[in-house]
């Protein structure tokens, strides 16, 4: 027995039957499967009276949910003190001073949404310093960086002198080993402080964020929102100082780009 679209049941024909032939049993089936499907679509007559069939629209697959955005800033922190506008001006920073960039060693471009610094051949270095009328103290900074696949550079961070050329605290991003460590700089050279942290798929290209803490006595490093290192150490004594942004390549060549940097001061500091 078949059924009307509203529910109810269609009495059998009456009369005598007969067998349909196989051709246009055929096409009434055709036919039939025709007007199934555009009943879904347009109102059905039964008995005279239109009756509005709805279109019941499929469920759309969810899209996949996005990994929620990792604090920023992670802890408490004062008032904002330096954004970088990164619009591919180069506002915000001043490139390369009382030094000069060779082209066939290191270039250093500000492209909308990040300022970019390459190593084109062995032992390049390339500098920014952050263009701020007055330097930080102790302070927390946020900076979003991605590397071109293949790099085999250092970025460095100076995130405080207490003696210029020869005392200060960095923050440094070993590409090809895909680390983050902090070093001081004494006496023309480098020594880690703590131990290097991996900063994983890094080498794939994606953005990570990381965030610096310069306390008066204390470093904390956190990358993607979770904590990484805490050294305390005591052989940077606080001083105001503008930070810089150096690329250095001894052995290989690559790519780093800086596409956001911030700094806030400390609860108390600044």
């Known amino acids: 027995m078949t059924t009307r679209p509203d529910g109810g049941p269609v009495p059998p024909a009456t009369g005598p039957r007969r067998r349909a032939r196989p051709v246009v049993a055929a096409v009434v089936a055709m036919v ?30 969810a899209p996949p949910q996005a990994a929620p955005a ?3 800033p992670p802890t408490a922190t004062g008032p904002l003190l330096y954004e970088a506008a990164m619009d591919g001006t180069g506002a915000g920073f001043l490139d390369a001073p009382a030094t000069e960039l060779n082209p066939d060693e290191e270039t250093l471009e500000h492209v909308p949404g990040a300022m970019r610094l390459t190593a084109v051949a062995e032992g390049a270095y390339g500098w920014a310093r952050l263009a701020v009328a007055e330097g930080f103290t102790t302070y927390l900074a946020e900076m ?3 590397v071109r696949p293949g790099s085999d550079v250092t970025l460095c961070w100076s995130l405080r002198w207490a003696e210029p050329r020869q005392l200060a605290w960095y923050w440094c991003l070993a590409t090809a080993s895909q680390t ?5 700089f004494h006496d023309g050279r480098f020594t880690t402080i703590g131990s290097p942290v991996p900063v994983p798929g890094l080498q794939t290209g994606r953005t990570v964020r990381v965030h610096v803490t310069v306390d008066e006595r204390r470093l904390s490093m956190h990358l993607d929102g979770a904590l990484a290192a805490q050294i305390d150490d005591d052989q940077v004594p606080v001083d105001r100082t503008i930070p810089g942004i150096e690329l ?8 780093v780009e800086v596409r956001a940097l911030r700094v806030w001061a400390l609860p108390g500091g600044g």
Do not use: K, N, Q
């Open 144 to 146: 979003d960086v991605a």
């Open 248 to 255: 250095s390549s001894r052995r290989g060549t690559g790519e």
């Open 180 to 184: 983050a460590e902090f070093r001081v």
């Open 70 to 72: 990792p604090p920023s």
């Open 32 to 61: 039939a499967a025709l007007a199934t499907a555009l009943a879904v679509a347009r109102p059905w007559e039964a008995g005279g009276v239109a009756v509005d069939v709805p279109v019941v629209a499929l469920p759309e697959a």
